[in-house]
């Protein structure tokens, strides 16, 4: 359940901007086009998590959380003005919340397996 809400809250922000990018007529240029493939993809990828948690599922939303927050982190350390610093930082605690709902789903599904093993003996 846990990569079902990290994957959720990333389709959720990029969703944000297909809709921003639709209304502002962006939507044939390749940011548009890429923002509505990624909200398609994160959508499935939520679907899918929810209805079958596994263990690839939810290594993948926290390599894919890790990284978002790595480069956040980046962003962070390379910014000069501290204005722009505390917006990166508001940006980056969606991903950090991401990264922890994918370690929870990590644990989750092992526990699942875990429990499945047992109600078949």
């Known amino acids: ?66 990284l978002d927050v790595a480069f956040n982190v980046a962003l962070l350390v390379s910014v000069d003005k501290p204005s722009y610093a505390g917006a990166v930082v508001k940006v980056s605690f969606l991903p950090f919340l991401a990264l922890v709902a994918a370690v929870g789903g990590i644990r989750g599904s092992i526990a699942l397996r875990r429990f499945a093993k047992r109600a078949v003996r």
């Open 1 to 66: 359940m846990g990569a079902c809400w990290a994957f959720g809250l990333v389709a959720v922000s990029l969703l944000a901007f297909s809709v921003f990018c639709i209304f502002k007529g962006y939507a044939l240029t390749p940011d548009g086009c890429a923002a509505m493939l990624g909200t398609a993809l994160f959508l499935y990828l939520t679907w899918r998590s929810y209805a079958r948690p596994t263990v690839l599922l939810s290594c993948l939303a926290f390599a894919l959380m890790a």
